[in-house]
Antibody
Framework: QVQLVQSGAEMKKPGASVKISCRTSGYTFAHYTIHWVRQAPGQKLEWMGWLNAGNLNTKFSQNFKGRVTFTRDTSASTVSMELSSLTSGDTAMYYC??????????WGQGTLVTVSS | QSALTQPRSVSGSPGQSVTISCTGASSDVGGYNYVSWYQQYPGKAPKLMIYDVSKRPSGVPDRFSGSKSGSTASLTISGLQAEDEADYYCCSYAGEYTWVFGGGTKLTVL
């Protein structure tokens, strides 16, 4: 079965960076795109961007352009997301999710990132 | 891009039907048949309930149905059950390989 397992919760200081990993299984890694979505406490889902695990193409939401980087490790079927220049406004649950034909289908369990001085 | 517009809350009694709307624009909901709906319980990851406007993934009860008219998509839940109480989010492909989510709707089963 398709599974996406994310790394554990992170606590960071303002100005720092955070890197979250998303280990996938149950499907052919290079055939799918992984999206990143975040959700601030009590708030809505916010689309951040995607990485095509096969050809390394990426697309970022304008809200995060210049601050977010996506990488992949094919040998580990893992995609990672790094967000820099953190502020308290970046405190949120971050999700990776697989795209199946223009629809986001399977989701990771989420990684809580807390930004506080 | 702006978030899709959903009602903040809806409610219904067990056995009744409720419909949640998701209003966008011709650049997203109105322009593509790639609208999906997600159910999210508190503290949990979203779960896909509807994709491609009206298709149900395997395992999703047929009480859940989706439709679209113009730039407004809708999720209808018939035969409401207590377990349906959750937050629901719509999502649409918005062109140029971007996606946009709705603001979310809290469903209360009375």
């Amino acid at each position: 079965q398709v599974q996406l397992v994310q790394s554990g919760a992170e606590m960071k200081k303002p100005g720092a960076s955070v890197k979250i990993s998303c280990r996938t299984s149950g499907y052919t890694f290079a055939h799918y795109t992984i999206h990143w979505v975040r959700q601030a406490p009590g708030q809505k889902l916010e689309w951040m961007g995607w990485l095509n695990a096969g050809n390394l193409n990426t697309k970022f939401s304008q809200n995060f352009k210049g601050r977010v980087t996506f990488t992949r490790d094919t040998s580990a079927s893992t995609v990672s997301m790094e967000l820099s220049s953190l502020t308290s406004g970046d405190t949120a649950m971050y999700y990776c999710a697989r795209e199946g034909g223009y629809n986001i289908d399977y989701w990771g369990q989420g990684t809580l990132v807390t930004v506080s001085s | 891009q702006s978030a899709l517009t959903q009602p903040r809350s809806v409610s219904g009694s067990p056995g009744q039907s409720v419909t949640i709307s998701c209003t966008g624009a011709s650049s997203d909901v109105g322009g593509y048949n790639y609208v999906s709906w997600y159910q999210q319980y508190p503290g949990k990851a979203p779960k896909l309930m509807i994709y491609d406007v009206s298709k149900r993934p395997s395992g999703v009860p047929d009480r859940f149905s989706g439709s679209k008219s113009g730039s407004t998509a809708s999720l209808t839940i018939s035969g409401l059950q207590a377990e349906d109480e959750a937050d629901y989010y719509c999502c649409s492909y918005a062109g140029e390989y971007t996606w946009v989510f709705g603001g979310g709707t809290k469903l209360t089963v009375l």
